[in-house]
C-alpha cells in the first residue's frame, strides 16, 4: 500500500488544503485588517451592511468551494485537467462552482463597500 503522499500528491486534494490554509489563515486576517484600519486611515467608516455580508459569503462560498474539492482529490483527481470522465466527480465539482460564486458575490459586496463609502464621503466633503 503506497504512503497517503503518493497518493494525494499532484491532486486536487492538494490545491484544496492549500486553499484552505491560505485564504483561512491570510486573506481572512487582511480583509479584518482592512475593515479595521480602513476607517482610522481614510477618516470614514465602510458600509456595515455590505460588510457583514461580504464576510459571510466568503466564509459560506470558501467552504463550500474547497471543502467539496477534497474528495474530489481523494477519489484520485488530478489539478490541471483540461476535461474529465468520471461521473463521479460531476457532482462534487457543480458543489465547488456554486462555492465560487458564493465567493464571487461576497467580492462584489466587498467593493460595494468601498464604493459606497467613497461615494458618500465625496459629498460631504464638498458641502
Known amino acids: 500500500m ?5 497518493l494525494l500528491h499532484n491532486s486536487l ?6 486553499h484552505n490554509v491560505i485564504i483561512g489563515g491570510v486573506l481572512f486576517g487582511a480583509f479584518a485588517g482592512y475593515t479595521y484600519w480602513f476607517p482610522k486611515a481614510f477618516g470614514f467608516r465602510l458600509q456595515e451592511g455590505y ?6 459569503l466568503w466564509l459560506i462560498g470558501f467552504y463550500v ?3 467539496r474539492s477534497m474528495p474530489v482529490g481523494f477519489l484520485g483527481m488530478t489539478r490541471r485537467m483540461q476535461h474529465y470522465d ?3 466527480w460531476r457532482p462534487w465539482l457543480m458543489v465547488a462552482g456554486v462555492g465560487a460564486v458564493i465567493i464571487l458575490a461576497g467580492i462584489i459586496c466587498q467593493i460595494m463597500a468601498t464604493r459606497r463609502q467613497y461615494q458618500g464621503s465625496r459629498t460631504s466633503f464638498a458641502t
Open 2 to 6: 503506497p504512503p497517503a503522499d503518493f
Open 13 to 18: 486534494f492538494l490545491v484544496a488544503h492549500f
Open 51 to 56: 460588510g457583514k455580508a461580504a464576510f459571510w
Open 65 to 67: 468551494a474547497f471543502s
Open 86 to 88: 468520471v461521473a463521479e
